[in-house]
């Protein structure tokens, strides 16, 4: 599969102390891998979704992390550890929504804190294989996704997809993708219909992207047309990811999604939402208490077009999430397996 190997999302190299990430905001026309040395430059990255996804954000900022110990090595150790918790701040500013941003970096200010009296050098190495860590449990974590969600599916099956959850959204194989790229390895012949997720694009631009270069049978439709391939009976299964789940079950995903996870309820089709375990909040009671980021009114008069399809200075509402509630979802796949409804149990259980 070509995009598992030409298309990664976001590698580190140790070599030149550099994060490489594929520019997402040039797809599919331009690829250009950025090679980033500052965690100011990691955060821009991040906020203006050049990489994006929830894993990748984790992996992206864990290094982000290293990258600002590296850069105060040599201070003194008030001021080294001053700059790292500086940086830290700066980059848990860019996106508000996706907690595995927060959860990757708590993880780095562990280690950095169980670092604390050695020398600055040993700290730099304890942040550098933390950072590997992550990337590395992020791989491994995302073929047992795969594995998992593929355990739920035929082979031939029609699965409709919501934004993008793939190849270019973590290190490795993706979340609601994951089960796609695994039964490929295993002829399953799945056919994908991958919606485009407006206003940003990232079903056209990036799902129908990766798939059609990894030679998926997928076919592009406008949101507007799930429920049109839903009742013609083309679809068997819902596949999407996820950027925050709370405690009970309540799914923010990409705006849209909880339009699908309606149709799909009335179709009777399975809603499937698939993501690490890293992604559940259980600190976050319900859905209603996540904070829903609202971004740029451009994005849906300006961004895409050659000349702007609004009334200029028209008012748009532009949420990036809205909140699936939980009797809608079918199934939350992770890594540790699959946790079905009532979820205040189940999910529970996956972390007991």
Known sequence: ???????????????????????????????????????????????????????????????????????????????????????????????????????????????????????????????????????????????????????????????????????????????????????????SNFRVFADETRPLLQGARLTAFELHAAGVDVTLICDNMAATVMGNGWIDAVLVGCDRVAANGDVANKIGTRGVAIMAKHYGIPFYVLGPTSTIDMATATGRDIVIEERPAAEVTTLWYEKPMAPAGVKAFNPAFDVTDNALVTAIVTEKGVARPPYGESLARLFA
């Open 1 to 187: 599969m070509k995009t598992l190997d030409a298309y990664q999302a976001v590698r580190f190299d140790h070599d030149s102390d550099e994060l490489i990430l594929l520019d997402q905001t040039l797809l599919p026309n331009e690829t250009r891998f950025l090679r980033l040395r500052e965690p100011e430059t990691v955060r821009e990255a991040i906020h203006v979704l050049r990489v994006r996804g929830a894993p990748a954000i984790g992996v992206a900022a864990a290094y982000g992390y290293l990258l600002a110990a590296i850069a105060a090595q040599s201070h003194p150790a008030d001021r080294f550890r001053a700059d790292v918790a500086a940086a830290r701040a700066l980059l848990a500013s860019a996106r508000p929504t996706a907690v595995n941003l927060f959860w990757a970096l708590d993880r780095m200010d562990r280690r950095f804190t169980a670092a604390a009296g050695l020398t600055n050098d040993a700290a730099v190495a304890a942040l550098r294989e933390e950072a590997d860590a992550i990337r590395d449990e992020d791989t491994a974590m995302y073929r047992a996704i795969g594995d998992h969600g593929l355990s739920l599916l035929r082979p031939g099956m029609g699965i409709l997809t919501h934004c993008n959850a793939g190849q270019l959204a973590a290190s490795r194989y993706g979340t609601a993708l994951a089960p796609i790229y695994r039964g490929q390895e295993r002829d």
